[in-house]
């Protein structure tokens, strides 16, 4: 058994070499093909359109007022307002085709018949695709067509971010208030951003008949279509899926499925000694508690400006809380109130193991508490003040809104969490320290443990790796450093760990058996996850290859989800295995709603996304959101009110659970979170899906389809799910705070 641990050892050191090695191979590619910043965009004629520092400024403008929180950027960001690039790219079309029409034809281009359509798209193709920067001088020529349409998208734009009554209902149909951008200045260098980030999606690479973001997006009348790339490996990765499930189902099978469960006749941790910073935990709860119900109430209202754009049942409120505030707080608080849960739950762990507190821990347990509570108030104060463009471009970026979904706070604050980090990391380390050396049973799961609290340090600073003006495809390759790899990777392998130690430490496994079972299970997630990060970068601007390797590897993600079922089992089991287990009933039964939302929202909805012909055409879709929400809450936040649970039943050993709130809470949470799926976010994702596969992604994001009345009802249909989800947040929150005001701790001795 000893040997068969040193071998998954040394081949989970391998998969983490290897993976990474591709990861960063490839990611120096990307910084050497990324879609070039000119010095200057020229006409023709030689008149200057854009210059190299407009679009470096529009780039940090547009993360100012919020940027993947108003509308997206190539497929990235919110689903309210359009894809400010696909939207601009058919626009652009339109104006230069209409040019063409007047000037052969004398008339606009939906009047002619489809021969003379058709050869006008044939030149609009061969001008628009071709790569005109030129290597020696650093700049862009375009032609006077093209700078035509620009001036006039310029001026379209600039109507609709500053306060033209005509854009009145447009703007409320994208849920952008008026005057989001008050100096026109500033909207002619937003302008600038988003031409040439339009740009990228349609002009060919040097050498090559593919776009920058690989044709995406679809744009019939640009000639940007899906490649032959694009449906050979979604072959591939439906293929190798289905080839490695059946592996995974041989290998279970054949090694026997699951372990018997141990029954221990009584409860092992009523033996554990609690040490007075295993008691300040629950005042991380109390900040999960409150963090859990304001983000349902903003994710509310960030719901509703889905059909009221200008405000909440009449009141102006995107005057003062504007769409992209509310849909930042919202994103962002379910990272932070999940992840405090999760690093609470390691500072109880780390000194019940040893059973003593080291020199200051109490106090540090303290002060990362404290510097919790002003990262994430000074960060949405921060991003609120951003957002109203109170702060110059450069504050924004140090103590605003770096305008980037799930890391849009602040550079300031982003280097306050990340040593905030080091300090949790710390205090995890030197509890285990004495552990470790009197080598006990536990040591590789203790070892296990410190390695992804380790990963979950040091892997948030990709989130340090960009600069405020970043080339936004270098800037993407590593914000998904930090949403897939540190949020999906590093904290699934620390739940993974936490959940197999406590049940070790209920006597319900063997400390062998279980640190197997985390090893396979650590090293079968990151051969898929570590390289199947490139299939968030497909279209971002990276080289044919992140293609290849982000299909093939996002599939394996998938694959051991397929077994979930058996450790929902297992689970199950566990809860209905010995008479005293009762107490832990409602933490396993989240354990086991981990698992179904991990086989539904990671798996099903997961791979809906994932091959590239279907994220071709639907990635920045509700599909998207429909992942998002059940995967992130469904997984990642049932776990760790599951987590918050295991702590508090271990703190509070005495004392007698409302079950009737629990079953509440449990209920509502996980019906409320599948009606909200089922009812609104699937139908609506389809409904897009099918018209950006007949008519383009600038239409599936369009005000005309997003305004139906149909939609209309399908977006006010997610209320009966929002209503009982929560409920279930309320009496969540009533439930912890019932608890631990109204019960002293048992005090060992």
């Not at 973001?213 to 640009?222: D, Y």
């Amino acid at each position: 058994m000893k040997n068969k641990e040193q071998k998954l050892w040394v081949l989970f050191a391998l998969v983490m070499v290897l993976s990474f090695g591709v990861l960063g191979y490839y990611g120096f590619e990307i910084y050497q093909q990324s879609p070039p910043i000119p010095k200057a965009i020229k006409t023709t004629d030689n008149t200057v359109v854009f210059t190299e520092q407009e679009i470096k400024d529009g780039q940090n403008i547009w993360q100012s007022i919020g940027g993947q929180e108003v509308g997206s950027i190539w497929g990235h960001g919110a689903y309210v307002a359009p894809d400010w690039t696909a939207d601009w790219l058919h626009k652009e079309a339109l104006h230069i085709l209409n040019s063409y029409a007047q000037e052969r034809y004398q008339s606009d281009y939906e009047s002619l018949s489809e021969e003379q359509q058709a050869g006008l798209k044939i030149k609009l193709q061969k001008s628009i695709r071709k790569n005109t920067f030129n290597e020696d001088t650093q700049e862009i020529t375009i032609s006077k067509e093209r700078a035509l349409a620009v001036n006039s998208l310029s001026q379209f734009y600039g109507a609709l971010f500053t306060d033209n009554p005509d854009f009145d209902e447009l703007r409320e149909n994208y849920a952008i208030p008026k005057n989001s951008i008050k100096d026109p200045e500033k909207i002619k260098k937003l302008n600038a951003f988003f031409f040439w980030a339009t740009w990228a999606t349609v002009t060919e690479r040097p050498n090559s008949d593919i776009s920058y973001t690989h044709n995406w997006p679809a744009e019939e009348l640009v000639g940007n279509k899906a490649t032959t790339d694009l449906m050979a490996w979604s072959g591939v990765s439906i293929i190798l899926l289905i080839l490695c499930i059946g592996l995974m189902v041989f290998y279970h099978v054949r090694s026997g499925g699951e372990d018997e469960l141990l029954t221990p006749a009584s409860d092992p941790l009523l033996k554990q000694g609690i040490t007075p910073s295993m008691r300040l935990t629950k005042k991380y709860f109390w900040v999960v508690s409150l963090l859990m119900v304001l983000q349902m109430l903003l994710g509310i209202v960030t719901a509703h400006y889905g059909v009221e754009g200008n405000g909440l049942y009449g009141i102006p409120l995107d005057q003062i809380l504007p769409y992209s505030v509310t849909r930042t707080w919202h994103t962002q608080l379910a990272i932070l109130w999940i992840a405090t849960a999760w690093l609470a739950t390691g500072l109880y762990i780390a000194p019940a193991v040893s059973g003593k507190d080291p020199k200051f821990q109490k106090f540090g347990v303290n002060f990362l508490f404290i510097a919790l509570l002003i990262i994430v108030v000074g960060s949405m104060i921060g991003q609120w003040m951003g957002v109203m463009q109170k702060l110059n471009l450069v504050d924004n970026f140090w103590f605003g809104h770096q305008g980037y979904e799930y890391v849009d706070l602040g550079r300031f604050w982003q280097i306050f969490l990340f040593v905030g980090l080091f300090v949790w990391l710390a205090l995890m380390v030197r509890p285990l320290i004495p552990v470790i050396r009197q080598k006990t049973a536990e040591k590789n799961l203790i070892l296990l443990f410190l390695v992804s609290c380790t990963a979950i340090a040091l892997f948030y600073g990709a989130g340090l790796m960009w600069g405020r003006q970043t080339n936004l495809a270098i800037s993407e390759y590593w914000r998904w450093w930090v949403v897939h790899l540190w949020v999906e990777g590093f904290f699934e392998v620390f739940a993974t760990v936490v959940i197999a130690f406590l049940f070790v430490r209920l006597g319900l496994l063997k400390t062998r058996t279980a640190t197997l079972n985390v090893l396979l299970a650590t090293i079968i997630f990151m051969s898929g996850g570590i390289i199947g990060t490139f299939h968030h970068l497909y279209f971002t601007g990276t080289p044919k290859a992140v293609m290849a390797l982000g299909a093939t590897f996002s599939a394996l993600e998938v694959v051991p989800l397929t077994l979930i079922g058996y450790e929902a089992y297992h689970n199950y089991k566990v809860s209905k295995s010995t008479k005293w287990i009762v107490d832990y009933k409602w933490p396993i039964y989240y354990m086991i709603a981990v698992a179904f939302w991990n086989f539904l929202g990671a798996g099903v909805f997961g791979f809906i996304i994932n091959p590239p012909i279907a994220l071709y055409y639907i990635q920045g879709l509700n599909t998207t959101a429909l992942h998002a929400h059940t995967a992130l809450f469904g997984v990642y936040g049932m776990l760790g009110i599951g987590l918050m649970l295991f702590v508090l039943r271990s703190l509070y050993r005495d004392v007698k659970w409302n079950e009737k709130l629990l079953r509440i809470t449990f209920w509502s949470l996980n019906i409320g979170l599948l009606a909200m799926a089922l009812l609104s976010l699937l139908p609506m994702g389809i409904w897009q899906a099918l018209e950006s596969i007949q008519h383009g992604m600038w239409y599936a994001r369009s005000a005309e389809l997003m305004q139906d009345p149909a939609m209309i009802k399908l977006k006010w249909l997610r209320t009966i799910g929002d209503v009982i989800f929560a409920v279930g947040i309320v009496t969540s929150c009533y439930f912890v705070f019932d608890l631990t005001l109204k019960n002293k701790i048992y005090k060992s001795k």
